[in-house]
């Protein structure tokens, strides 16, 4: 069986089991893979040529993200679900550089994540970063973490980014992030990245295939879709648009060049605050 949130197997992370949270690391030039990652990544690329540059894009959008939570709200308190492993520089270094009171919930279900994840908090000595070890198919778990480590009547900003596009319909991802943000109080934010095919349907499906033939349930989405998970929530400028056009100007300087054909990159992006 594997992660729907990472496509990590469950039996430990098996190092013939392909994992996108590994695939991910090494796509990022992290050493937290393996062999089978690589061919993983590889196939993809053959059916998508830019799937790489899309990812660092990815990641790129989550460090701006951070520095706009960090930076232009109030918000000091934080969920990261499939927080992924933490190659930097990652959300967790921005947002603790702008607010080193804020406490953070990260939430994954690979074990090689938490084993990362749990260093982390045990260089926290004031126990401001906790994890929980969690299917987000069961919201019901991160929610009662998150209870026990944040304050829920305050808000909070809960990023998934890179994490819905694993989540295919048959698990309900709309019902999932409903049921995670209907505990969040008022002025709270959401943060949602997910690939789409609206550029390019044929390399789209093709990655997906390539990720289901792995045991990952893979699944691009329009942009009506996307918008979707936002319901309830009013969307901060300049709304949901292809990562790259989200808040430029509060990009964190990376190990790799900026990407170029930002129009077309096959990531939407977007930040709701809760009304």
Known sequence: MNDPATGASTADDAENVPSSARMYDYIL?????YEID????DAAERAYPGIKEAARINRMLLLRMARYFGELTDVDQFIDV????????????????ARPEARILCTDFSKTVLRYTESLAEQDPEGRISYVHADVREPERILQAARAH???????????????HFISDEFDPHGIVRTLTDALAPGSYLAISQVTGDFDSEGGEGV?????????????RSHAEVARFFDGFDLVEPGLVVAPRWHPELAVPMPW????????TPVYAAIGRKP
């Open 29 to 33: 030039g992290g050493k937290d893979n």
């Open 38 to 41: 690589r061919e993983r990544v």
């Open 82 to 97: 499939g927080t992924g492993i933490p190659t930097e520089p990652n959300y967790h270094q921005v947002i603790r550089a």
């Open 150 to 164: 944040l304050d829920l009547s305050r808000p909070v900003a809960m990023t998934m980014v890179a994490l819905l």
């Open 208 to 220: 997906v295939k390539v990720y289901r033939a792995g045991g990952t349930p893979a699944q691009v």
């Open 257 to 264: 060049p900026e990407p170029a054909g930002h129009d077309r």
